[in-house]
Each structure stands twice: as structure tokens, then as C-alpha cells.
């Protein structure tokens, strides 16, 4: 048994893979994990709580007042026992209300109270899933943390073939497993990570900025964080909102002052993943008035900045991890060894900006994981999300490598 002693709430909603919601908790239940069934009105047009309270040995909360003797069901409670909300499966309408905090039924309301991770497996007519709407607000599900299960491809109810299929419930119950499993590796550890650009200021409306958006060092510290480990997040001005209370996020502006915050926080850690497009030079002075308009050429002298990994290379002990990420746009291989062995990196993350759907900005990212002794390991295409678990994977086995040789 898998799943022995998880607690896990099952939000069930109404869609016609409602019966299917049954034969996965069923999976749940035989693995060893407690289950709360939580269904929305419309799921019981579908399925019936009888079936489900049967399943899971537990009476299915629905309605926030018990209409036989008052007694109500703590939303607080229930998002506060969970270990993991299962949301499967999904409606379009669930998750715009989960997206915009709608609670106007239990399963809402134990959404916003959980401190847990959440995974939601949509189930939707094909049409429904890609308008823009529905994908705008998984896009912002994603952005608070929560697990996307994605809809397999196939025949749906509509009798049109496309994707919005419930993923099988034996594949969501994998997912499940493999989120507790992976869960428990970094349990005890405590990561930095830095993320998005930094801005040197020029004048009080003028910095030096670049393009980075931030979405690979905030998908890597959520990543982390699923595995169980803290985090904190030394972020720098970046649009991504996330809520997860095993991350610390940390906001800065300047490479100076994200110098200084990871240079006390990676002694008390066990590792650090460096992701930030740390700005390499700075105003060499600041104007505290605003730089006015001439007729003359304007010059701005700069400065070489820290360089924050680099000096973290240099006081990692031989149990810390240290990553690095190298965007590079030519000579990448080369480029990104060189900067392994200068910052004292344990592995390099080798994006090039000639692949097309990798660096800045975008969803995606391909890499090339380099390691000390320059095995270089290629991956396809895939999410940001995909690229971060694939990362933190590698880092559980270094992690593992280094305890291994005490
Ligand atoms: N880095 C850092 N502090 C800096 C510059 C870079 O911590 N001041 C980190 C980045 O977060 C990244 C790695 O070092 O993990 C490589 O960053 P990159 O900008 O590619 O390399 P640089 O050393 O700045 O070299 P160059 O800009 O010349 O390519």
C-alpha cells in the first residue's frame, strides 16, 4: 500500500466522468490513503453520494449546514487535515471559480483553506477546454501552485473526439503516488533559489533591466517545494504570484541587493539553484533627481557587479548542491563548461536562445543538463514545469551522491 496514512480530500464535480471520480477512489482508498469526499451540487446530478460515502467509509461532504440537525462541515478544517486536494473531475466552471476564489459551495471554500498541493484533472468538451477563458484560468491555477493533471485525447461524451478526456483514473492515481513519493526525498532540506532579472537604477525612472520573466526559477522552487523541501525564493521584479507554504519569496531589485540576501541565506541551506539574469554591470553612480533631456550625448558609466554564484562556488561545503543556468547564443557547449568550472557548479542548465520555444518569456525550455565531468545530457522540448521536475529530480540524485560519501 502506497498511500497509507495521506489524508486526501477528493473533490468531486459535475461533469460525466463524475463515475469515474468512484473507480479512482476507489484505487485511493485500496493503496492506504483517508479520503474526504467533497462533491458540488452538480456532481450529484451525476453520481450519488451514497456510492461515494460507501467507498470511502466516510459520510461525503456537500453542503455547508447538514439540513437534519445543523451541524456543519469546517471547510478550515478539511483544507487544514489534507495532505493533497484532488480535484477530479474538474469542470470548466470549478476552475474559473478556483481561479477567482467564486465560493459558492464547499469544495471552493476548502480549496482557498488548504495549506496543501493541489491537483485538478479537467474534464471538459474539447471546445470548452481551449477557449481562451478556460486556459487563461488553468494558466492561473498553474501560477498559485497547483498540479495540472492534462486531459488525455480521445472520444468524449459530446460524441466529438478532441482533448478534455479525463485522464484515466488509474493514471491520476499514479500521479498521486509519484507526488507523494517524490514529495518525501526533500523533506528536511532547504533550498535557494533565485529568479527573474534585476534592475540597476539609473535615475529615480530609469533602471537597467532584462528580459527574464522569472517563470523557470519559480517553476523550479515550486518543484522543489512539491519534493517537500523549504525554499527560499530571492526573487527579483517579476508579474507571478505564487502561494505555497513551502516557499519564502523574497523580493529584491538590484544584483547588490540579491548578492547580499544569498550570501547569508546558502550557509544555512542545503543548496542553491541560480536562475536570476543577474545584471553584470550597474549605474557606477546613481542620479537622485531625473536625468534631463540634452542636446549632447549622454554617457553612463557602469560597474561590474558581484558575481552572487560564483562566490557561492567558492564557500559551498562538499554537502551543498549548487546549480547554475547558462543562456548563451552561441559557443554554448563551451560557454556553459567554462562557467561550471569557474563558479564551481555541481551542474550547468545550458539553454540556447537559437532553439526555438527556450528562454525568455515563453512556457517552454529546452536544456542541456552539463555535469563536472562534462556529461552533457539533452532534452526535448517540454514546460517550463516538465524542465523544473526533470532539474530537481537531478538534484535529489547529486543530493543523494554527496550523503552517499560522508
Ligand atoms: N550569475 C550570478 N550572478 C551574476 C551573474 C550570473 O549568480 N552576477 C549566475 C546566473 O544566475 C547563472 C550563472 O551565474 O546561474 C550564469 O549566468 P550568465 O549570465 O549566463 O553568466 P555570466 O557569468 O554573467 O557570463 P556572461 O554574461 O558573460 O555570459
Same mark, same amino acid.
Given at each position: 500500500m502506497r498511500?497509507? $496514512?495521506?489524508? /486526501?480530500?477528493?473533490g468531486v464535480t459535475g461533469s460525466i466522468a463524475a463515475y469515474k471520480a468512484a473507480i479512482l477512489l476507489r484505487g485511493l482508498v485500496k493503496e492506504g490513503a483517508e479520503v474526504q469526499v467533497v462533491m458540488t451540487p452538480a456532481a450529484k446530478e451525476f453520481i450519488t453520494p451514497v456510492t461515494m460515502s460507501a467507498l470511502s467509509g466516510k459520510p461525503v461532504a456537500s453542503e455547508f449546514f447538514s439540513a437534519n440537525d445543523g451541524s456543519w462541515y469546517s471547510h478550515v478544517d478539511m483544507g487544514q487535515w489534507a495532505d493533497l486536494i @484532488? /480535484?477530479?473531475p474538474a469542470t470548466a466552471a470549478t476552475i474559473g471559480k478556483m481561479a477567482h476564489g467564486v465560493c459558492d459551495n464547499l469544495l471552493i471554500t476548502t480549496y482557498l483553506s488548504a495549506k496543501c498541493q493541489v491537483m485538478i484533472a479537467p474534464a471538459m468538451d474539447l471546445d470548452m477546454f481551449r477557449h481562451p477563458a478556460n486556459l487563461s484560468n488553468l494558466e492561473i491555477l498553474r501560477s498559485f501552485g497547483n498540479l495540472i493533471i492534462e486531459p488525455a485525447e480521445g472520444e468524449l461524451a459530446s460524441g466529438l473526439y $478532441?482533448? $478534455? &478526456?479525463? *485522464?484515466? %483514473? *488509474?493514471? #491520476? @492515481?499514479e500521479e498521486v503516488v509519484h507526488f507523494f513519493n517524490q514529495k518525501k526525498k526533500l523533506l528536511n532540506r532547504h533550498f535557494l533559489v533565485t529568479a527573474g %532579472?534585476?534592475? *540597476?537604477k539609473i535615475d529615480p525612472v530609469r533602471f537597467i533591466g532584462n528580459y527574464s520573466s522569472g517563470k523557470m526559477g519559480y517553476a523550479i522552487a515550486n518543484a522543489l517545494a512539491d519534493s517537500g523541501a523549504k525554499v527560499s525564493l530571492v526573487s527579483g521584479p517579476v508579474h507571478i504570484k505564487i502561494t505555497n507554504p513551502n516557499i519564502t519569496i523574497i523580493q529584491v531589485e538590484s544584483a547588490s541587493e540579491m548578492h547580499e540576501l544569498c550570501l547569508r541565506i546558502f550557509p544555512e541551506a542545503d543548496g542553491a539553484v541560480m536562475c536570476a539574469?543577474?545584471?553584470?554591470?550597474?549605474p557606477l553612480s546613481y542620479s537622485g533627481s531625473k536625468l534631463k533631456r540634452g542636446k549632447d550625448e549622454l554617457t553612463i558609466q557602469l560597474k561590474p557587479t558581484n558575481d552572487i554564484a560564483e562566490e557561492l562556488g567558492r564557500i559551498k561545503t562538499g554537502k551543498q548542491v549548487l546549480v547554475g543556468f547558462a543562456l548563451e547564443t552561441n559557443d554554448e557547449l563551451a560557454n556553459a563548461w567554462s562557467k561550471l568550472k569557474r563558479k564551481n557548479l555541481d551542474f550547468i542548465v545550458l539553454n540556447s536562445m537559437n532553439d526555438p520555444g527556450a528562454g525568455f518569456a515563453v512556457d517552454t525550455n529546452k536544456i542541456t543538463l552539463i555535469d563536472m565531468d562534462n556529461n552533457q545530457t539533452v532534452s526535448e522540448l517540454k514546460s517550463k514545469k516538465e524542465v523544473a521536475v526533470d532539474i530537481?529530480? &537531478? #538534484? /535529489? @540524485?547529486?543530493? *543523494? &551522491?554527496?550523503t552517499s560519501q560522508k
Open positions: 498511500l497509507t $496514512g495521506k489524508h /486526501i480530500v477528493l @484532488l /480535484i477530479a $478532441g482533448k $478534455g &478526456r479525463m *485522464e484515466e %483514473p *488509474e493514471n #491520476i @492515481l %532579472p534585476t534592475h *540597476e539574469a543577474v545584471a553584470d554591470f550597474t530537481v529530480s &537531478r #538534484i /535529489i @540524485l547529486e543530493m *543523494e &551522491r554527496k
